[in-house]
């Protein structure tokens, strides 16, 4: 009888009915139909200009860290007087 092999030689049946695509095969503005703006970012964020990283955008940025800022200081500061409130005693 010889033998026989234990895995089957055909290729599975698809599970899903459609094909996948390759990226070569996409047309290029199918995906992409504006300009490249990550070397114009790569040039602001890596310039030595001694602003944090964070800050580099300018007044946006600047907004945000302040509001973040405002809002952890004033969350703590809220934190520490419930916590003195609930550490004193009720008057009865």
Do not use: W
Not at 44 to 49: P, S, Y
Not at 58 to 67: A, E, N, Q
């Amino acid at each position: 009888q010889g033998l026989k092999p234990i895995v089957s030689t055909e290729s599975p049946a698809l599970i899903f009915g459609t094909t996948t695509k390759l990226a070569s095969d996409l047309p290029a503005t199918d995906s992409f139909l504006s300009k490249n703006k990550v070397p114009d970012l790569q040039k602001l964020f890596q310039r030595a200009d001694g602003v944090p990283v964070h800050l580099k955008r300018g007044v946006p940025d600047k907004l945000l860290y302040r509001t973040t800022m405002a809002l952890t200081v004033g969350g703590t500061i809220y934190c520490l007087i419930a916590l003195y409130m609930a550490s004193q005693p009720r008057n009865q």
